[in-house]
């Protein structure tokens, strides 16, 4: 299976680089150089600073619910995520000669961890909204749509998005484009797995959001649900109005009314 694939993807490249020569492959690549390459860097690290931050959190409830009796009772009165971590990062264990001082001395740690990753997360996010607002500010307006998920987006089309020459394109790059799969007089669609996961999800987020407190997407909701749609193809169908949108924003700009 292995050798296969292996040689499936060798073919692949083989295949691609046979149409550049060519001539035949005429397809604009992703230049490296502007804001969104700046943009890719950050969201890279504040990723795994999110991951990490998820780790620590995990392991520190783990140490909480294993630690001596006495303790454990002791953090249970403190509510609230912050105020237990807060409270945690400050703890003095002393000479570790007891499992209690050795259980503070690792909770400390993976609580001072949590806190600086935290502020990491948070200066990364500030960073990244001023460089996306700075590339695309009509599409921060927008409703549900927040700066990583334009930022999924930018990564996406890259410096140059006008290589994007469709709608359809970046749907299948987002992975929310169909194809038909019909038999007979049995006609049916059937959802594209390719395209990037990320920016998949993003969309996804961004159609939850609106389902939930925007007024035309909610009437949109009723009109398909009426027609007989389940909420997983409306979710489908609000991707694909999203996609458009955000191709409108990004990769044709100079198609938008301006304003009087």
Known sequence: MRYQQGKNDSLDAEGAARSVLSGQAIAAPKTQFGSVEMIRHLKIARDTAVKSRSVALVTLKALIINAPAELRDSLDQLKGKIALIRHIAAFRPGPITSTTASAKAAMRSLARRWLMLNDEVAEHDKELKTLVEAKAPSLMASHGIATLTIAEMLILVGDNPSRIRSEAALAKLCGVCQFPVSSGKTHRFRLNRG??????????????????????TLAYVRERTKDGKSKSEIIRCLKRYIVREIFTHLCRPETQEKPC
């Not at 961004?206 to 925007?214: P, S």
Request: hydrophobic fraction near 40%; avoid cysteine.
């Open 195 to 216: 395209g990037k996961r990320q920016a998949n999800a993003a969309l996804y987020r961004v159609a939850i959001v609106r389902m939930r407190n925007h007024e035309p």
